[in-house]
């Protein structure tokens, strides 16, 4: 069974930047696509970033682009998200997913609250 664990979120002031982390463990990494996703209180989880399994180009959302970066390293089985210029519209529980067809995975998630 796939285990998800993220780490890394925190309290940071507007401005300021975090890496997150998610190690994956359970199956053979790099098969699965991974992506961040991001729930703020009262709002649907949304979609933030993802990476294709083939660790190219990420995706992002209109609202991160230009400020996030999705990488991963098959080799410590790990994804990052790498989030500068934080904004207090970052702040939300941040959730790692692994996906292979129609198998997804969660992790239990990772506060980020950005004050301003």
């Known amino acids: 069974q796939v285990q998800l664990v993220e780490s890394g979120g925190g309290l940071v002031q507007a401005g300021d930047s975090l890496r997150l982390s998610c190690v994956f463990s359970g199956r053979t990494f790099s098969p699965y696509s991974m992506g961040w996703f991001r729930q703020a209180p009262e709002k649907e989880r949304e979609f933030v970033a993802g990476?294709?399994?083939?660790?190219?180009?990420?995706v992002y959302a209109d609202s991160v682009k230009g400020r996030f970066t999705i990488s991963r390293d098959n080799t410590k089985n790990t994804v990052y998200l790498q989030m500068n210029s934080l904004k207090p519209d970052d702040t939300a529980v941040y959730y790692c997913?692994?996906?292979?067809?129609?198998?997804?995975?969660w992790g239990q998630g990772t506060q980020v609250t950005v004050s301003s």
């Open positions: 997913r692994a996906q292979q067809g129609s198998q997804n995975y």
């Open positions: 990476i294709s399994r083939y660790s190219g180009s990420g």
